[in-house]
């Protein structure tokens, strides 16, 4: 006793999978990737506004201690990358400049922190202490963003326990769907 199996060719369950597999792709071009790091970026500059090149720039997690290493470019800039959300201390040093220390730098998930540092000549056994909170002004980007710590979350009013909620409370964010009127 033989079975023979018999395949067919259909153009529906063809077509229908086409389908599918364009509207796929299409929509995952639409989804943004979470993004849970941030970053620190800034410009090393001297007492007459010189940029410094090849500067040593330590980015220090005050929490655990983790720390990033950088080198300003030949601009001045210098970028640190990949950085967990959290308070961090800046640490700017170059041969024949005093060190440059910013303490309570704030990174948030997805910001860019921008940090400039100033050094002035002098040895590097001295160094300046900066303790002022930098500008969280963006702008390099125009996108608007924030952060909630659990406590913030938990203290706000969720009627429907819904954690998008939060989302509404952010600057430009709107939930209208636009207008309903039907156009003629």
């Known amino acids: 006793m033989s079975h023979r199996v018999i395949y067919r060719f259909s153009w529906v369950g063809l077509t229908r999978r086409l389908v599918l597999a364009m509207a796929f792709v299409c929509l995952a071009s639409l989804v943004k990737a979470q993004i849970n790091t941030g970053r ?10 010189a940029v410094v090149p090849e500067a040593r720039v330590s980015v220090t997690n005050d929490a655990t201690g983790a720390v990033t290493s950088a080198q300003s470019s030949a601009a001045g800039d ?6 967990a959300p959290g308070t961090y201390h800046v640490l700017v040093e170059k041969q024949g400049f005093q060190r440059n220390v910013m303490s309570g730098v704030v990174v ?8 400039d540092s100033n050094l002035t000549l002098g040895q590097m056994q001295q160094a300046v202490q900066v303790a002022a909170n930098p500008l969280t002004v963006a702008t390099e980007t ?11 979350i938990d203290q706000l009013p969720n009627i429907d326990r819904n954690p ?8 430009g964010a709107n939930n209208d769907v636009g207008d309903r009127k039907s156009v003629v």
Not at 40 to 47: C, E, P
Not at 78 to 83: A, C, K, M, P, Q
Not at 164 to 171: D, E, S, T, V
């Open 40 to 49: 620190i970026d800034g410009t090393v500059r001297d007492a007459s506004e």
């Open 78 to 83: 210098y970028v640190v990358n990949f950085l």
């Open 108 to 115: 948030n998930a997805g910001g860019i922190t921008r940090v």
């Open 142 to 152: 125009s996108e608007l963003s924030k952060t909630f710590d659990f406590k913030q």
């Open 164 to 171: 998008l909620y939060q989302m509404n409370l952010l600057p």
